[in-house]
């Protein structure tokens, strides 16, 4: 069984920077793709980045590329988001999500996912 436990989520006024933490339980990690998505108020689950099996291999959605970089620490079987100059419109429930193989971007694409985090950004 795969667990995924997101941390890291807060209030941060428009500009500032946070650090969200998914932390993957079971044997497997380093054979994970890994994936970042947010669901804002009203709104569809969309995705916001991924890595794959390698640490070199990532993708970013268009609204984020520039200001959030994800990376993984297979020593600590854990995947990070860092988010730079948030914006009001980054305000959404972010979820991390893994699969098996190379970086994804369908949620339907993930098997696991985590119960996710709440980030807040004011104006």
């Known amino acids: 069984q795969v667990q995924l436990v997101e941390s890291g989520g807060g209030l941060v006024q428009a500009g500032g920077s946070l650090r969200l933490s998914c932390a993957v339980s079971?044997?497997?990690?380093?054979?994970?793709?890994v994936g970042w998505f947010r669901q804002a108020p009203g709104k569809e689950r969309e995705f916001v980045a991924s890595v794959g099996v390698s640490i070199v291999s990532t993708v970013y959605s268009d609204s984020v590329k520039g200001r959030f970089t994800i990376s993984r620490d297979n020593a600590k079987s854990t995947v990070y988001l860092q988010m730079n100059s948030l914006k009001p419109e980054d305000t959404a429930v972010y979820y991390c999500?893994?699969?098996?193989?190379?970086?994804?971007?369908?949620?339907?694409?993930?098997?696991?996912w985590g119960q996710g985090t709440q980030v807040t950004v004011s104006s």
């Open positions: 079971g044997r497997d990690f380093v054979t994970y793709a």
């Open positions: 999500a893994a699969t098996w193989g190379s970086v994804k971007a369908r949620r339907d694409e993930y098997h696991f």
